[in-house]
């Protein structure tokens, strides 16, 4: 019970301290410390272009095609360090790029699977596929694929995005069904 008196005393004491420090006229020394930024240059974006008049519109870029050999059936495409041919099959090349027919305007490469790439493996697909009217793809199926299972996805997926003129008779647009591609999977040395 003395330790507990004691305490209060002590923290009595303390306090009485600390109040006759507060009120002393003598702050002591002060230092104020004021830090100052360095002057930065503002850099402002440049002002947006101004509006195009709806009216005034500029004229549309031609969009530029290489030039297609009908003596060739194939289109090639690659990437850095994958070489992906596709090879159309199925038609003669009067067929395919005789007037009003079906036109390739974009022929999406293939995405190389890692897993092929991990084990060096190489091989192709063969997709059957119907042109639509407006110039998509639908019903793509593997037809053929060396070796089986590994490149199936890769060239479904890849078939899915081509893109087409498509075949005119008479001036409407008509399906072609039963068009045949071959994607080949390389890997580059």
């Not at 240059?41 to 530029?64: F, S």
């Not at 038609?91 to 027919?101: K, N, R, V, Y």
């Not at 089986?148 to 087409?164: E, R, S």
């Amino acid at each position: 019970m003395i330790i507990i008196f004691g305490l209060f005393w002590l923290m009595q004491h303390l306090i009485n301290i600390a109040d006759r420090k507060l009120d002393e006229d003598d702050p002591g020394p002060i230092i104020d410390i004021v830090r100052v930024p360095p002057e930065e240059e503002v850099k402002r974006p440049p002002p947006p272009p101004p509006p195009i008049d709806p009216q005034e519109q500029p004229p549309e870029p031609e969009l530029e095609f290489d030039e297609i050999n009908p003596d060739t059936t194939s289109i090639a495409v690659s990437s850095p360090g994958v070489d992906a041919g596709i090879e159309f099959e199925g038609h003669g090349p009067d067929t395919i790029f005789g007037e009003g027919d079906y036109l390739p305007l974009a022929i999406v490469q293939p995405v190389y699977p890692t897993r092929a790439i991990a084990r060096n493996i190489q091989g192709h697909v063969i997709v059957e596929l119907t042109v639509t009217k407006a110039g998509t793809t639908r019903d793509i199926k593997v037809v053929e694929a060396v070796p089986p299972g590994i490149f199936d996805k890769a060239a479904l997926a890849a078939a899915a995005k081509f893109k087409y003129k498509p075949r005119v008779i008479d001036g409407q647009p008509i399906e072609v069904s039963g068009v045949r591609y071959q994607l080949t999977f390389e890997l580059e040395d």
